[in-house]
């Protein structure tokens, strides 16, 4: 049963399955990220967060216009150029004040890990015009930009950001427009969102599965920092903002939120929200997933700890930026970036960091193994793919179950190699079958047998 689902302008549609209606999947590519897909696990199988491997440190905030609380970092690829928005600005711990005005500054790159800050001329600071500041005054707390890629985007609105207007102004986030990405004007003279707390990072984008534009920004929940979500057709007018839910966890400090569509599966958003520690002061970002936009998936561990280095034990040194890049060369990766060394600088610092892709979580089994089934389901295509990685003395094994959940003929688990080794996308054969095509339309289940391995997601294709 296909049921279309409007929530306050999102469009949506959603697949029920129950016993006599598989999940129709297509030839889209699945992510472990929850149990959407999972009818069982039994043995030692269960969902797994993972944690991105510490790269290198990419960019240093040295101007006189940035300092050591540069913060609400946007990256994003555009073409063969990678774009880079950052509030720049400095605190005096001994005197607790600012020591200059907020702006905000724009950097770019051609591979993700070398940066440079273009001088731009375009605002004046300390007398020269000799920097890379691309806006000044109303919108530079936490000014967010993306590339518009709604085929009906006005081309001189290509690039458009959202934004908290001052203080003292009006309450609400302000829009704005560029043609080029640095030349930026206002969509609006007054805030289109008005409804929530904005000062941090708040987002927006287009997303092309549900055709609108999305919004997620902070707002309070009884004291407690938390997020919601709003749709737009124009990017001017907003629905109403409905708050983000988490089944089954605690109700946690969430804010600076860095959702958006997996570019691999783009029906599910992922995100990446800062866990705020009152007792502590510190911050810490984890993972989490939706189908929906607003009913998330989320992990309790931490997926950048406060032991990863370094310099992000401090008040609020561990913030996840708002990018997730493919690097020129590497389609086995995916970059990301987080924030280190805020307020002990001069200078505070970001890094990469790496995971594998649809690395952000998986089904993992221990040494004792186990095994997942999923759901029934149908499929299009001719072979089944599947991104997993094997450890030592570990394997995988696949079987194809039939309606009756008996194995279907010639797939089932006495024909099926021992898969070892780490593949982002290796085909499923069985003994004499390398196509699953007459299997297509039917409804199927997929048992993996698992040991000493993460199972990260899985795709019917040609």
């Not at 300092?67 to 880079?84: E, H, K, P, V, W």
């Not at 307020?343 to 890094?351: A, E, K, L, N, Q």
Request: aromatic share 12%; with cysteine.
């Amino acid at each position: 049963m296909r049921v279309c689902l409007s929530v306050l302008g999102l469009s949506l549609i959603a697949v029920v399955s129950h016993a006599a209606e598989p999940v129709e999947i297509g030839a889209r590519l699945e992510p472990l990220f929850d149990g959407f897909l999972i009818e069982e696990m039994t043995g030692d199988v269960a969902l797994k967060v993972h944690q991105p491997v510490p790269q290198e440190v990419v960019f240093v905030t040295d101007k006189p216009w940035e300092g050591n609380t540069c913060a609400y970092y946007s990256i994003f690829q555009d073409g063969d150029l990678y774009r880079m928005y950052y509030r720049g600005s400095h605190f005096d711990e001994q005197t607790r004040k600012a020591t200059h005005r907020e702006v905000t500054c724009y950097a770019e790159s051609t591979d993700g890990i070398n940066w440079t800050k273009p001088e731009l001329g375009l605002f004046e600071f300390e007398g020269s015009k000799a920097n890379n500041i691309i806006l000044d005054g109303l919108g530079t707390h936490c000014f967010v930009a993306f590339k518009d890629m709604n085929p009906d985007c006005d081309p001189q609105a290509k690039y458009k950001g959202i934004s908290r207007g001052r203080p003292e102004g009006k309450k609400g986030l302000y829009v704005f427009q560029s043609p080029d990405g640095i030349r930026w004007e206002l969509m609006a003279d007054e805030p289109v969102i008005t409804e929530g707390a904005f000062d941090s990072q708040n987002l927006a984008f287009w997303d092309a599965v549900t055709g609108q534009y999305v919004d997620y920004h902070r707002y309070f929940a009884n004291g407690v920092r938390a997020i919601s979500m709003c749709t737009s057709d124009d990017f001017l007018h907003w629905t109403e903002p409905v708050p983000l839910t988490y089944p089954g966890q605690p109700h946690q400090h969430l804010y600076t939120n860095a959702i958006r569509p997996y570019p691999r599966a783009p029906h599910i958003r992922i995100g990446f929200p800062t866990r705020f520690l009152p007792e502590h002061e510190q911050v810490e970002p984890v993972f989490m997933s939706s189908r929906d936009g607003l009913t998330f998936h989320r992990f309790n561990d931490a997926v950048i700890p406060q032991s990863a280095p370094e310099d992000r034990d401090g008040n609020r040194s561990n913030y996840m930026t708002n990018g997730l890049l493919s690097l020129p060369g590497n389609d086995r990766e995916y970059s990301v970036y987080a924030t280190e060394a805020y307020y002990t600088g001069p200078d505070s610092r970001v890094r990469r960091f790496t995971y594998r892709v649809d690395g952000f979580a998986s089904a993992h089994a221990g040494t004792d193994g186990g095994t997942l089934t999923t759901k029934p389901l149908t499929f299009d295509g001719s072979k089944l793919v599947i991104n997993y990685a094997a450890g030592e003395a570990g394997n995988v094994q696949v079987e194809l179950l039939q309606e009756d959940g008996t194995p279907a003929p010639g797939y089932e688990l006495a024909a099926a190699p021992s898969l070892t080794g780490d593949e982002i996308a290796q085909a499923v054969t069985w003994t004499g079958k390398d196509n699953v095509s007459e299997l297509k339309g039917k409804p199927v289940q997929i048992r993996f047998h698992l040991k000493n391995a993460d199972l990260y997601s899985l795709r019917f294709q040609d």
